[in-house]
């Protein structure tokens, strides 16, 4: 629904609701679920909030709760009876009512569980129990089960008889009687198939899944490499847990990539959208690294003053200095950015090190050498033709670039070896190191050169 016409709405239910005119908004109600939880989250005060979602028709109720955020949710919870809790969240999709679980007190989970049909409080507690990060949060066991010995028609019968209460009908999982998969069948491979056809004759056997523990960003990745709809979740045992649906990781890739934008930009992520973060909370979280950066920068104050006598007497070489500390930083982060990108698609392994090292290393040489030909040409430009300091700027230039390259290639794929995410290995804080190690290259050529 486009903003305007939600800007048009919600003024509309403003109105009624001075006007106490209820039965009008009902009438506003004949549009999809995420569209009427856009139009409640856009009211601005929280009793209209709570009003509007209580004249939601029952039968859509339920979806649009979990169109909201998990803070809205909550606050409606928070004004519900013990019935209306009860009913909603029994009724949630396991995974919905997960993520407003993970974001609520310890305290109201454990009050709000103990609501649950035992069915349900069981699931809901297995699935707590993954570590938080990882693709076992995010599954639902309401998946269609089949036999192998089951015939196409009789298939079809149970999928016509379960399939309203499932995430998906698409695919069909096979199992075993100790509920292991051990194979997958479409819906349209049941439909185009003979009624008397047996389903382990037309079943796909080598089936792409994961374990419970399979950290979400590599879930993401497998549904990408994959082309999948829906990604099985199995245990050590090969047990069929649950499935997840692209919707699921379509929310787990837009967190990893707002999480990555935030670090590379020497941020520390911020788990709340912008809005609804306090300002004290962004103080620190952006602070946090500029005052690392302003710690490591002031190693390059050390080295400048440890050539102190020699500027003094080559005073312009200082005029150079931001070119060469911009160049640095600009050649490391273009460096960093690939290799980062890299890594996260999978084009670039950690047992390619020495490769992507060599290969950085060439074009910083390649790259070096065409700058440091334009520095030589700046500084002749503006120096009168002082060919040992136009010398000393143009190498200077051309081997920090070389070592920016390098730099920039190689701290990610070492971030990951350690189990670290490359995206710490920040533009800034490249740009960083390369200025402290640049400004040391810079000074130490022009003293060879020129004193």
């Not at 039965?23 to 999809?32: D, N, P, R, T, V």
């Not at 649950?116 to 599954?139: F, T």
């Not at 245990?235 to 707002?258: M, P, Q, R, S, Y």
């Not at 960083?432 to 640049?438: A, K, P, R």
């Amino acid at each position: 629904m486009s903003e305007v016409k939600v800007i048009d709405i919600v003024s509309k239910i403003e109105t009624f609701i001075e006007q106490r005119k209820y039965s009008e908004i009902k009438k506003l109600f004949g549009l999809h679920p995420e569209d009427i939880a856009e139009i409640i989250t856009s009211l601005k005060e929280s009793a209209h909030k709570l009003l509007v979602f209580r004249l939601v028709p029952s039968d859509k109720a339920i979806d649009v709760f979990e169109y909201l955020s998990t803070e809205e949710e909550e606050e409606i919870l928070k004004t519900l009876s013990s019935q209306e809790i009860k009913e909603i969240l029994n009724y949630m999709s396991p995974d919905d009512r997960t993520e407003l679980f993970e974001e609520m007190p310890a305290e109201l989970v454990r009050k709000f569980i103990n609501l649950l049909s035992p069915q349900e409080r069981a699931i809901a507690k297995e699935i707590l129990n993954y570590p938080e990060d990882s693709v076992g949060r995010l599954i639902t066991p309401d998946f269609v089960q089949l036999f192998e010995s089951m015939s196409v028609s009789k298939a079809l019968d149970h999928i016509r008889s379960v399939g309203i209460q499932k995430e998906t009908v698409y695919h069909c999982y096979v199992l075993d009687q100790e509920k292991k998969l051990i194979g997958i069948v479409s819906l349209k491979n049941l439909v185009l198939s003979p009624p008397t056809a047996i389903i382990s004759e037309i079943m796909f056997k080598d089936v792409i899944k994961a374990t419970a523990n399979t950290d979400k960003e590599d879930a993401a990745n497998i549904f990408k490499r994959y082309d999948l709809l829906v990604l099985p979740v199995v245990n050590a045992n090969n047990k069929l847990l649950g499935i997840v649906t692209f919707d699921d990781l379509v929310d787990v890739l837009e967190e990893e990539t707002t999480e990555d934008f935030e670090k590379v930009a020497a941020v520390v992520p911020v788990d709340k959208p912008y809005m609804e973060a306090s300002f004290f909370e962004l103080l620190w979280k952006r602070s946090f690294w500029l005052i690392l950066l302003v710690i490591l920068e002031s190693a390059s104050s050390l080295v400048m003053k440890s050539y102190g006598g020699f500027i003094e007497k080559w005073i312009s070489l200082t005029f150079f200095l931001p070119i060469l500390i911009a160049t640095g930083g600009n050649a490391g982060t273009q460096s960093a950015m690939i290799v980062i990108r890299s890594l996260t698609t999978g084009d670039i392994k950690v047992k390619d090190f020495f490769k992507v090292v060599w290969r950085e290393a060439l074009l910083g040489v390649s790259i070096g050498a065409i700058l440091a030909i334009v520095g030589l040409v700046r500084v002749l430009i503006q120096e009168d033709s002082n060919w040992r300091l136009s010398f000393s700027v143009g190498i200077a230039m051309g081997i920090t670039v070389m070592f920016a390259a390098v730099i920039g290639a190689a701290l990610p794929i070492i971030s990951r070896k350690l189990k670290l995410d490359p995206a710490l290995m920040s533009g800034p804080l490249i740009a960083t190191i390369v200025d402290v190690v640049g400004i040391f290259i810079y000074f130490q050529i022009a003293f060879m050169i020129l004193r």
